[in-house]
């Protein structure tokens, strides 16, 4: 079945350091792919996301390119911040029938000043 | 001008009783869906309405019954409550057929079953 997998966390840094968060699929057809972030205490939010190979989706800072030979989807950002500290979930949607979304785990980052 | 709203925010309750949580959604959308997030953060989707039809519906059991009164409210009813139905239960809703299909979550309601 369609799956994700997510770099288990927690992921701590220092302000301005970099950051990647790794996200492998597995998906019958050609999916697209997501992030969602999990600010404390409220729902999800739609990061960014790309529908095929090669799109890269890019939102304050933060960038992933759908790889297909790789079936990836790493998040990264070049310099974090404190207010970046929140839980990203990796998701794929496969594009027949009724599409639901399936998440991976979540990894939480936790940004020190 | 909350897109999506649920209630309660919160939700404590005695195992064996029942309980409900409702959605609302003004953003014009005619897919919504209940997803319900462990303690280890994992999320997965229980339900998803379209036009007031249930078209997926997941490996649930019977206890948990959802109901679309219309295509902006939907509502999840929980019987006999268990100690294993202590999660985060998140509204979501979209369009269908939109490029994306772009899913918009509601704030959650934590539910603790004692």
């Known amino acids: 079945g369609d799956s994700v997998t997510q770099m288990e966390g927690p992921v701590t840094l220092s302000e301005e350091a970099f950051l990647t968060i790794n996200c492998t699929y597995t998906?019958?057809?050609?999916?697209?792919l997501f992030w969602y972030v999990q600010y404390p205490g409220e729902g999800l939010q739609l990061l960014l996301k790309?529908?095929?190979?090669?799109d890269k989706g890019s939102n304050k800072g933060f960038e992933a390119t759908y790889r297909k030979e790789t079936t990836s989807f790493h998040l990264e950002k070049g310099s974090v911040q404190v207010s970046d500290s929140a839980v990203y979930f990796c998701a794929l949607r496969v594009n027949t029938g009724f599409q639901k979304l399936v998440f991976g785990t979540g990894t939480r980052l936790l940004v020190s000043p | 001008d909350t897109a999506v709203s649920q209630t309660p925010k919160y939700l404590v309750t005695q195992m064996g009783n029942d309980k409900s949580i409702k959605c609302e959604q003004n953003l014009g959308h005619d897919t919504m869906y209940w997803y319900k997030q462990d303690s280890k953060k994992f999320l997965k989707i229980m339900f998803s309405y379209n036009n007031k039809e249930l078209i997926i519906n997941e490996t649930v059991p019977n206890r948990f019954s959802p109901k679309s009164p219309d295509k902006a409210h939907l509502n999840l009813h929980i019987n006999s409550l268990e100690l294993g139905d202590s999660a985060v239960y998140f509204c979501?809703?979209?369009?269908?057929?939109?490029?994306?299909?772009?899913?918009?979550f509601g704030p959650g309601t934590r539910l603790t079953v004692l």
């Open positions: 979501a809703s979209s369009q269908a057929g939109s490029s994306y299909n772009e899913q918009f």
């Open positions: 790309a529908t095929k190979a090669d």
């Open positions: 998906a019958t057809g050609y999916p697209s």
